[in-house]
């Protein structure tokens, strides 16, 4: 190895390319932050789902146990129940068909 001097000095920082730095960073937080999800929580349409769900159980279910109690106390077996089950569905049913129309 030799002590000679080099023939080029070397490259001093650029204020150039820290002032390129710094807007690459602000833009890649920009582009961050507008990617990032902004819904939180459920949203219409999942809120939708769920509403839907909860009418195609709770309706056969609430009609069945109603009707339970009808056949316990009246003895009527089994005919309280399929009434109601059945007052159950078409309930449930009205009441998603009425949900659909309209707007989340």
């Known amino acids: 190895m030799s002590k000679e001097k080099p023939a080029r000095d070397p490259i001093v920082e650029d204020a150039r390319i820290d002032a390129l730095e710094e807007r690459l960073k ?15 929580g459920a949203d219409a349409n999942e809120k939708l789902g769920n ?31 399929l009434v109601m089950l059945g007052l159950g569905i078409v ?14």
């Open 26 to 40: 602000s833009a890649r937080e920009r582009e961050e932050e507008r990617n990032r999800p902004s819904v939180k």
């Open 51 to 81: 509403q839907v769900l909860g009418h195609l159980l709770g309706g056969p279910l609430g009609g069945a146990l109603i009707g339970w109690v009808i056949d316990q106390f009246a003895g009527t077996s089994p005919w309280g129940l």
């Open 91 to 104: 309930v449930a049913f009205r009441n998603i068909i009425r949900i659909s129309g309209t707007r989340p």
